[in-house]
């Protein structure tokens, strides 16, 4: 990538990025209407950023030349691309987007569309019987509460959805998250719900996640101790022939696919399960709609009608040329506060790599340390550093127009919805112009890049297209810098040695000079270290 | 701070930093016990970073010309410090430490401590009135129910302590927190609490913080359609004479002082009437006890002695001369799981700077991006590019050897606590060691740098030490780069912008051109926009 006539292009134009600071800078040739864009439910603003025609031309070609959304369409189609050419990989599909390619007659990959179907009829069902009472806890009440049990992306992305999509819970419906294998985690959960009309949805795919297992244990005891038996009280979300593909232990197994990574599983039985226990079968229907036509918008290779294309290669500017190592994301939305969170993995795990498809070291910078939170709050933390620190970090502001109760309880002449919006707007404009003054305290350096994405409210149908937003900005950025965005061969590592650590902690000290033994010493305060 | 010879040598220095992947690297000169630290309750272990004793001689130094320690003795003697000489600033005492300084008879500045000492006995009085029932609600019943109104350093450190304790908790004692201006925060929190039974304490040292007076408008609201007196269920903590100073209004008033910056108030009463309401007066005490240990280890100059100068300094090594430009910290502790959002604002709002104390642009990067969460979880999302990512993360991890619980229910021949630390454990060597292999996928390439803090057990005592540690870290971080850690003039910019765009955002709209009214017509996707 790095001897392309294109990226030397780029880092010619990033010697002098278009200066948001200079007077009128935000109003001239129409600046904010021409760099936005329209999609499924969905725009987005990016005059705030430091580009102009010049900058945009050039990513497109680069876009074009890397082949980005054509190779979205192979992957779409089912083509493996999750690979490293030449050695020992995965050697795997990548079809999230099967999982929501349900609303055509003519899907992009029938096969894996068809069994997803499959998967959500049951569903249908399985959500039926719970609401009309056909499936019953042993004393003929209804589950009223559901709690996942399950990590990284069983556990982030399911977690982020029902958190914003709360107001639309049914009656009655509860929905936790167990995690952690610390033990303070399950007992937390376990506190505060009633075992008797709770089911525990275990949610891995191998079926042998260590944290999962662990916590299934001690999920299946606390309702034996109960008197509870745990096979009417738990449901498996797992590959089909894993350990945990058996129904004399659960009460219903759904399946998911090799096909299907972990980060991008929220479409999948991972999250729908769980979802549709809290919104209904029909409200699931409407999230993976939105997700299906943000898929069918990211096919589009004109950069100015595909909003993630346009995220993926804004990014690639601001963290490959304009030198900017971290991107915050920052919806101004409470609900989807832990939104960021799921991103982060799903960003950070896909592009988080050294070597290129061909096994090659890279030569360019891959992804960017991703983080962030909900606003207002960020104002009240971390905003000081975007507006006055030495470190430049790109904004991601996503926002409402509405706010999601349909109810108009405004206690004031001006509402919490307009105070929230009007504060978003506010920080994307101030951290683009910055502030002038004598006083160097009250300067404000200005240029710092950040972009807007809009929507009238958060529904459903909504938070699905902007999960597909970023899963297809994510994939886009991979396949320009040229790596499988799909694979996480670097955590094996840290597995492996904890399995060797873990007999150290349990046996009594003998003698081990090893650096796991000194250091298990030092951590227990024992011995000489 | 360039142009110094202790500068230079550092420079110098991270041309070769140590090489923690060398055959037997972290074996030699008995590295592991050599760079390790302990302080009251707390061990430091520091092995894993890329440093050797050169450096570390270079880093006192460092230390010593900065006068980091004196100054931080003059802070907590009541000097001036919040201030840029030359220009209009805040000028006034950074007091903080003043809030714990209650164990001795002779308190490093007697006057504020004293006031605290007041605070604390109205606490006491309060709390004892709430456990007999002599405070109680208009039906006769006691209050089971704390919800905090606040938001940033009146949310973030209270509620990561809170969470952090919650394994302490009175019996029927529950705590939430509501925020975000966002409406959808307080209908949220509000839908979970028995009103009768809940008291609201509002936190707001200006009495007049947007969010809060618009969620404290929500909260009385609901009360009043209650049928509830609002008066009978409000606290204020708040500065004497703001517009909350008024007992008409609320139950209880407690106070802070000019002194005591947001981000560094929990151990004041912005953090000690929630906590104390939680886990009761005494074990406020502990906690403060912690804290107040901990700030008298932070006087001593010796580094060696010193686990938040070391802290301080070792991260100046890592982003400074190793030029990396994010942190993150880990706990593996998931009642710890929002601590790294308090520590984010405490730092990057405190060393988010550029300018130096006397209104001089600095010749040096300040303040780090800070992010984190618990583990195990963050293996299963953005620990992959910790490996295996182009871009280096330094690694502050946290970690107990005992749970909180005080119960032996193991269900398995090894229980999760140990699994918690053998992965813990793993991921320092693993980050420090790497791997090598044939294949280039499953190649990682260490020399991460981390450290890893360490205690017996997550008590009140220990969470306050750990608190104080990092508030000295962060402190002393900014007396190296001669910057003001204690005002946030950045924040204003967007507080002045937001009251601008909030009239364009219920006005209909006129004949306006101006930037804020062109995004407001885009934002609501109305106009020609």
Redesign the interface.
Known sequence: MHNTEVFKRLEELAKKPYDLTAPSA??VEDR??KY?AAGPGL?L?YGTQRIDDEVMDALQRLSDECGVTEQFRTMCTGAVLNK?AG???ENRQVLHTACRDIFTESPLEPIVTADVKQQLANLEIFLTDLGTGKIKNGNGEIFTTMVQVG???S??GPRAICESL??YALPNRKVHFI??????????VLAEVDLSRTLFNIVSKSGST??TQ??E??VR?YLQNAGLDPALHCVAVTAKGSPMDNKENYLECFYLYDCIG?RYSTTSMVGAVILGFQIGFEAVKDFLRGASEMDRHALNPNINENIPLLMALIGIWNHNFLDY??VAIIP????MRNFP?HL??CD??S?????DRN????D????????G?????G?????????????V?PVEFI?F?E???DIS?S??S??????????L??????LA???ASN???????GNKPNL?L?A?KLTPEIMGTILACYEAKIIFQGFAWNI?SF????????????????SK??ETKQDD?S??A???D????KG??
């Open positions: 935000l109003l904010l209407r936005s725009r603003s490293i050695y020992e990989s990590i990284g992306g556990d982030l709360k107001a995690s952690n294998v610390d033990p303070g985690h399950a007992r937390e260590q944290e662990a916590n244990e001690i005891s972990g190592d971290s101004y939305s409470q609900a969170s982060q993995q950070m795990e592009n988080g790599k050294s070597i096994g090659q070291s890279l360019v910078k891959s992804g960017p340390i991703v983080w939170g909900a606003g207002t709050n104002q009240h933390a971390y905003f000081q550093l975007f507006h006055q620190g030495s470190a970090v926002g127009v706010e999601q109760a309880d206690l004031a001006i509402d919490s919805q307009t105070k929230l919006n009007s504060n707007l506010a920080q994307s404009l101030a112009i910055g502030r006083n160097p305290n009250k300067t404000v350096a807007l809009a009238k499988n694979d996480q061969e670097g955590v094996s590592l840290g597995k492996d040695m904890a399995s060797k650590i873990i902690l349990v000079d650096v796991e000194l250091l298990v030092w951590f227990l305060n000489n270290c």
